[in-house]
RNA sequence: GCGGUCAUGGCGGAAUUGGUAGACGCGCUAGCUUGAGGUGCUAGUUCUUUAACCGGAGUGGAGGUUCGAGUCCUCUUGACCGCACCA
């Protein structure tokens, strides 16, 4: 009945309809079982989804699929993150609009996560570009604006020339834009931000809660937090040497103990005693200037040469009165963090030895590593910068770095000049504001009306949604809502008179910030959430995406979630509980004979023996196998999941991304790895119509013994199922695709040794009970051959809808162990015996053993090392 | 420069967390089957010696701890990733 082959083109549109019908993957958030929150990155609708996203959502797809089978109420939605720059550079090159071209792309990706067989609730779909959920995002734009966590600011900000619109840090890679890789430019614009920085001391030190993240992503989220614990010390000025009337300068340092070694003070150019002191020194002023032209891109700035300008300004020793410091302006200070001052100290900090070593400044060693003698310990062109012993520093002399840390906050702090200590501790981030104002139409409008007399005002919340206009056009560089004749003119809602409104529209990873949360009630019309839902399903339990989100998507919502919690919104502080970051899909690259990129589609491999030759399948012209890379358009090395699922059936694709590689790691596609995935799924196939003869019925009572065959069957199955089980849990699905060939392997093995004839009953029952088991642990992976089979198995029911077996660990244990014994470390023989065999009867087991006593040439036995049900080895 | 991760057959990778290194898959070799050439089955596949058994060597390199190290420690080489004047 099984002998033909089994037809994925067939068999998976099938099964999707009834699962469909009986709606077998729609969530209700008044289901009593424990919930569980699976959520793979919703993807950007660019128009075709790709293998990372077939690898992505299979991931996904197991967790989900298994957890329901655990007995969970699964929550498992899909989305699309539908605002962004693509939509509207479609727009521009096929003079279509935005909206048309990014909702005709989300049906096209639909249908292809459809025909992924992916069990997810799509009674939950949301877009962001829809009103329905841009709206609820303005109204927390204006409940973040009531609670102080909306700033507007002029301030340097970072410009994408080619995209035209602003960008916020984390959006900027080597000084780059992160989507249009143009050299990003500084400019002072008047933005929007959100107050990220007032809960940079809690994304910090939550991070450490986080213990289902990688330490990766932790640790990269602290780097770009930058929490430093430091002094800022005002340094007063010599009045004779000041241009006018400043009295002193406040700099910023995390290592107060090496204050007597300071031999300058630098201050970033657009500090305002370097702009005063340039006011009345035209080479100064020059210096400035050339600081802020290379201050334009941030990819000149890391490599420009430490240089700076003396302004003849003397700074005053806080610690001695009659010792003064040269004032720079010097290229490598930055007026953003800290104060924008510093102190060098040569002798213990890399850049300021750099820069004293350039004008002659000197050094004084003022650390001392712990047991050096001072004496010869010098600094010439490598500081020290370890903390060790205080040395040339007065006071301080013999203390700890830390004890004169403390020291010397204590006394600055408890020092005083014009009512005020010359000393704070503070704790000082290099994380800023999020600003998220952008130049661009396809993005969701900011909810604010400028009004010349009244100032920037809130769009009343009974106006809400600001709709984006549909007629706008792309024809010119800029941004369409800003020349639009009508969209931005509307009267003042608090005077009444002609008013503006706000053209920019909101970063679109704003959007990506609370999706997870809209999932849990995407219907809720009045507000952004419904509180029982969402504290009812948050935090997500596993979340899988790339790691290129580590700081932008990940922080934002971490950010976005406690600014949701402060306006009542939500009643949680970290989105995600579980993250897990999977690895790319790479492929081969080709070249063909005229040296340009060609796609896998139009080569033909061949194998030679151990070597692989490549041709082009046209005209067998010689193509150049080239390194393996990161799937991606502008190289061709990229395989259509289309194709693929069309060829070999979804559940092909699947296994595949889920068997090759470690999930956290790369994975190369391959025709071949493909081609051995699909033969799985026929011997799969063929093993299950063999193991319907041979099996019992279903619902056959268990027998009251099993002989040794049926024993055997039964202890592979219960092994294979423990290990899956062991190993979905920590989203090792490499291994649990070993697990599953590996029951194959045995059950094939089995079926092999007991013919039809000869069955007896309990080996029957000992097939059915595999057979069963086995499909079960390919359903999460492969899920309509699973049910195919299932079918097949003689089940009327769903095995997607089938209760996950326990194990029966007792019976893995075996009555007898191996142990292999070895003679000084190396392995001579192997013992079969008892498994609670006492240590004595093992040891004079082991040592009766022929190959034992040859490798011990006749040497007396010094000891017997015996690991219970381990090892054996033999000391001679 | 700083920080991190990793290094195992021809390839992707396993290894009960200090206890038989190479599971499982790909590829390859031989034979059978099918049949004409993307099928199936059987056997083999770390290197080396051997007809075979028995041996010897072996987890990037050099040391160390231990009865025992792919796993822990020190040094070193290489690859990849992140950050990069953050005071």
Known sequence: MTSERYNAREAEPKWQTIWDERELFRTRNDDPRPKYYVLEMFPYPSGRIHMGHVRNYAMGDVVARYKRARGFNVLHPMGWDAFGMPAENAAMANKVHPAQWTYANIATMRGQLKSMGLSLDWHREVATCDPSYYRHQQRMFLDFLSAGLVDRKTAKVNWDPVDQTVLANEQVIDGRGWRSGALVEQRELTQWFFKITDYAQDLNDALDGLERWPEKVRVMQKNWIGRSEGLSVRFALDAATTPSGETEVEIYTTRPDTLFGAKFIAIAADHPLARAAGARDQALADFIAECKRTGTAAELIEKAEKKGYDTGIRAVHPFDPSWTLPVYVANFVLMEYGTGAIFGCPAHDERDLEFANAYGLGNTVVVCPAGVDPAGFVVTDKPYVEDGLLVNSRFLDGMTTAQAKDEVARRLEAETRGNAPVGRRKVNFRLRDWGISRQRYWGCPIPIIHCDACGALPVPLADLPVKLPDDVTFD???????????????????????????????????????????????WIETSPTDRGAVDGWLPVDQYIGGIEHAILHLLYSRFFTRAMRKTGHAGVDEPFAGLFTQGMVVHETYKGPDGAWVSPAEVRIESDGAARKASLLSNGGTVEIGPIEKMSKSKKNTVDPDDIIGTYG???????????????????????????????????????????????????????????????????????????????????????????????????????????????????????????????????MMPHLAEECWQALGHDTLVADTRWQEPDRALVVEDTVLMPVQVNGKKRAELTIARDASNDVVEAAALALEPVQRALEGRPVRKVVVVPQRIVNVVG
């Open 476 to 522: 010119v560089p800029g941004n369409p809502l800003d020349r639009h004749p009508t969209w931005k003119h509307v009267a003042c809602p608090q005077c009444g008179a002609k008013a503006r409104r706000e053209t920019d529209t909101m970063d679109t990873f704003v959007d990506s910030s609370w999706y997870f949360a809209r999932f849990t009630d995407p």
């Open 650 to 780: 979804a559940d092909t694709a699947r296994w595949f991304m889920l068997s090759d590689s470690p999930p956290e790691r790369d994975v190369i596609w391959t025709e071949e790895g493909v081609q051995g995935a699909a033969r799985f799924v026929q011997r799969l196939w063929r093993l299950t119509g063999e193991l319907a003869t041979l099996a019992a019925p279903v619902g056959t009572a268990a027998p009251a013994a099993f002989g040794p065959e049926a024993l055997a069957i039964r202890k592979a199955a219960h092994r294979a199922l423990i290990r899956v089980e062991e190993d979905v849990e920590r989203l090792r699905f490499n291994r649990c695709v070993a697990h599953i060939y590996e029951l194959s392997n045995a059950l094939s093995a089995a079926i092999g040794a007991v013919t039809t004839e000869t069955r007896p009953a309990d080996v029957a029952w000992a097939f059915r009970e595999a057979a069963d088991i086995l499909i079960a642990l390919v359903s999460p």
